[in-house]
């Protein structure tokens, strides 16, 4: 029944819920979790309570009776052919970045877009650092070590797997251990990577990075905390694919960013109200790595390091 696989305290807040914004004698006459939440999202709408305060809360019923879900062949081939599919066509963001705006956008419509069994995040970005140089870049971004420095809180460890980055053009590999920022969850991830960046001359470079292995932490944090096995769990982030362009030029270096993620799928009738958080969610995740970069970037030029 919907009641099954909730906490004490989703439990509590589940009757609160309802003896605030619901008569007495209002029951969930379902015994289909994901019915009964929709249900429970209508009458919070019709009794006056705030449509971000009711997301929230009812994406909190979600995450604690939703079942765990298993990464799928079949989604693996659909991802696979989906990133083959949009290679070399990353739009050109650079002339609003050229005016001091962070650019994001979806890469096309709809987003996410549904495959069997999970959602791909598809996300174009672009900013501009002006007064960088190109070996101003990529020495902040090739340096793996700090990225808990640079992009926390999201990332909260990060190293190396070697002991320095091998040379351009050759695959860098590292490990993040990621935080799920999300306030209905204490899981995190930890992902291991590969990244080629590519000099075509002195002013342009990109790089190419997706992850070869995704593990969820579950009970992160908490004596129960243990490593799920690749493709089991949550389904937050499954795969991470991500294509940068780096040019420097009008006395700055610019930064076209695409990012692409797999995760699990959402149920059909959640997706009226959980797609628009999932799009949010997404969009707001580049945007504060682009940020995170130009304030990393800006720091070490600062500092003099690359004088």
Request: net charge positive; hydrophobic share 40%; glycine share 6%.
């Amino acid at each position: 029944m919907f009641y099954s696989g909730m906490n004490r305290p989703t439990l509590f807040l589940h009757h609160f819920l309802k003896v605030k914004y619901l008569a007495p004698s209002c029951r969930l006459r379902t015994k289909n979790c994901i019915q009964g939440v929709m249900h429970m999202a209508r009458l919070f709408a019709a009794k006056g309570m705030p449509r971000q305060i009711a997301a929230f809360l009812l994406l909190l019923l979600i995450s604690r009776v939703a079942q765990p879900a298993q990464l799928k062949q079949q989604t693996v081939d659909e991802w696979n052919r989906y990133i083959l599919a949009t290679q070399d066509s990353m739009p050109d963001g650079s002339s609003r970045a050229r005016n001091g705006e962070i650019v994001v956008a979806p890469f096309e419509e709809p987003t996410p877009k549904h495959v069997s069994g999970g959602l791909v995040h598809h996300w174009i970005g672009a900013a501009f650092i002006p007064g960088a140089k190109m070996k101003d870049v990529l020495i902040v971004v090739r340096d793996y070590a700090q990225y808990k420095d640079f992009y926390a809180p999201s990332v909260i460890a990060s190293a190396l797997t070697t002991e320095k980055p091998p040379p351009i053009g050759e695959a860098d590999r590292f490990v993040l251990r990621l935080r799920n920022q999300s306030l209905v969850s204490k899981a995190a991830l930890d992902a291991t990577y590969t990244a080629t960046y590519v000099q075509l001359d002195p002013k342009r470079t990109y790089a190419v990075a997706h992850t070869t292995r995704v593990q969820e932490i579950d009970h992160f944090g908490e004596a129960s905390q243990r490593t799920l096995p690749p493709g089991e769990g949550n389904g937050y982030i499954w795969q991470l694919y991500a294509t940068t362009r780096f040019v420097e030029q009008d006395g700055g270096v610019y930064i076209e960013a695409e990012g692409i993620a797999l995760s699990r799928d959402i149920p059909v009738a959640a997706r009226w109200f959980v797609d628009p958080i999932v799009r949010r969610v997404s969009r707001d995740a580049l945007h504060t790595s682009l940020t995170q970069t130009v304030q990393a970037v800006n720091k070490y030029v600062a500092s003099g390091k690359g004088r």
